[in-house]
C-alpha cells in the first residue's frame, strides 16, 4: 500500500492501540478490534488503503499534466539476478 511497509504499519497501529489505551483508561486484557469498534475508529491499514485509492483516482484528472502520467508511467521491472559481486576480479574495470 503505497510506500509504508508491513512493518511501519505494524508499527503505528501498536502506537495507536497503545494511545488508545492511555486514552481511554481500557484494561490491558480488552481487545484491539473492541477498542476500535467501540470508539468508532478505523485502524491504520484501512486509512492508508483509502487514502492510497484516494490519491489514484484523483491523479488522472489532475491540471498538471506531469502528475497525470504518474499512473500511466510505471517503474521499471526488477531484473532477477542480484547485484552482489562474487569475486574479487569482479572489480576490475576492462
Partial sequence: MGSASISQMKRIQTF????????????????????HSD??????ETVIHSSYTRLHATLPTHSN???????????PAR????????????????
Avoid: F
Avoid at 39 to 44: H, P, Q, S, T
Avoid at 79 to 94: C, G, N, Q, S, Y
Fill in 65 to 75: 499534466s506531469l502528475i497525470n502520467q504518474i499512473t500511466r508511467n510505471l517503474p
Fill in 79 to 94: 531484473p532477477d539476478r542480484r547485484l552482489k559481486r562474487k569475486r574479487h576480479t569482479d572489480l576490475l574495470m576492462l
Fill in 16 to 35: 495507536q492501540n497503545w494511545a488508545l489505551r492511555i486514552i481511554t483508561g481500557a484494561p490491558w486484557y480488552m481487545r484491539n478490534e473492541t477498542l
Fill in 39 to 44: 470508539l468508532d475508529l478505523a485502524k491504520i
